[in-house]
């Protein structure tokens, strides 16, 4: 079993998936998200699509494990039993889970950066329209001439998801308990 510090923070992930607040973390989660991600882009037609396969693709495999819906309960388990069964293992797929997210989806003009703009879109996209925590979030990065580099907001991720160690540093956690 993994620590009750990191079954914590997997816990305060999955309160981020109820994108449409109806109670469920289900397929029109997915729905609502891409389509305000579409919305808010200024995506071409074709860019369009390829984003929201992107997003399919990215919740079937990392939020759902292959099913059409996950309780707290069934997705803090399958992350503890991958996690039990190989840490070595369970490392690749975190780390694969945000390079394909940050990479793909978050990082709309492939700069190998994250913009502000491309980081407030996100949230707003999840149905977070704080702003100014977004902001303090994104500052906490120490961004460099105004973007945070894919690599570095991808490790937060991965330590976020993967670290049983209460003395390292983890700004995502901060966050999200701020109030993001
Ligand atoms: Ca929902």
Redesign the pocket.
């Known amino acids: 079993m993994a620590n009750d510090y990191l079954v914590s923070k997997w816990k305060l992930w999955y309160t981020w ?10 397929h ?2 997915v729905q ?1 998200e891409k389509t305000k991600f579409a919305e808010l882009s200024h995506l071409s037609e074709e860019d369009r699509v390829k984003v929201s396969d992107n997003w399919e693709k990215w919740w079937n495999e990392y939020i759902f494990w292959g099913k059409s819906s996950i309780t707290e309960a069934e997705f803090v388990e399958l992350m503890n039993n991958a996690f039990k069964e190989n840490r070595e293992n369970f490392q690749k797929r975190m780390q694969s889970c945000f390079e394909f997210v940050i990479n793909e989806i978050v990082d709309n003009d492939k700069s190998g950066s994250i913009s502000l703009d491309e980081f407030v879109l996100v949230f707003k996209s999840c149905g977070h329209n704080n702003t100014d925590l977004d902001k303090k979030f994104f500052d906490s990065y120490n961004p460099i001439d105004g973007a945070i580099p894919s690599k570095a907001m991808i490790d937060s991720w991965v330590v976020f998801t993967t670290s049983e160690d209460s003395s390292v540093s983890d700004i995502v956690k901060e966050a999200f308990e701020s109030g993001m």
């Open positions: 998936f109820d994108i449409n607040k109806d109670g469920k973390v289900d029109d989660d609502s």
